[in-house]
């Protein structure tokens, strides 16, 4: 069994936070990949907690899902 860092439960956090507001707003994965130039592998992947982001790339996706940073960090 994988015991996860505390870095791998921030990841989480903001994957699944990411995941509830997207399918909140009615977005597939596709859709906010195209809101926010990034491809919906890279997305899926990291809703899946296979990938990490850089801040960069959360800017876009909190643009794209029209919300604050602190939504996708909420515990």
């Given at each position: 069994?994988?015991?996860?860092?505390?870095?791998?439960?921030?990841?989480?956090?903001?994957?699944?936070?990411?995941?509830?507001?997207?399918?909140?707003?009615?977005l597939t994965?596709?859709?906010?990949?195209?809101?926010?130039?990034?491809?919906?592998?890279?997305?899926?992947?990291?809703?899946?907690?296979?990938?990490?982001?850089?801040?960069?790339?959360?800017?876009?996706?909190?643009?794209?899902?029209?919300?604050?940073?602190?939504?996708?960090?909420?515990?």
């Open positions: 069994m994988k015991k996860y860092n505390a870095e791998d439960n921030l990841i989480l956090i903001i994957a699944g936070n990411l995941r509830k507001i997207r399918s909140s707003k009615g994965q596709e859709e906010l990949g195209f809101r926010c130039g990034i491809s919906k592998n890279y997305i899926s992947d990291f809703e899946r907690g296979r990938r990490n982001i850089t801040i960069k790339i959360l800017q876009k996706l909190i643009e794209g899902l029209e919300t604050t940073p602190q939504e996708l960090l909420k515990t």
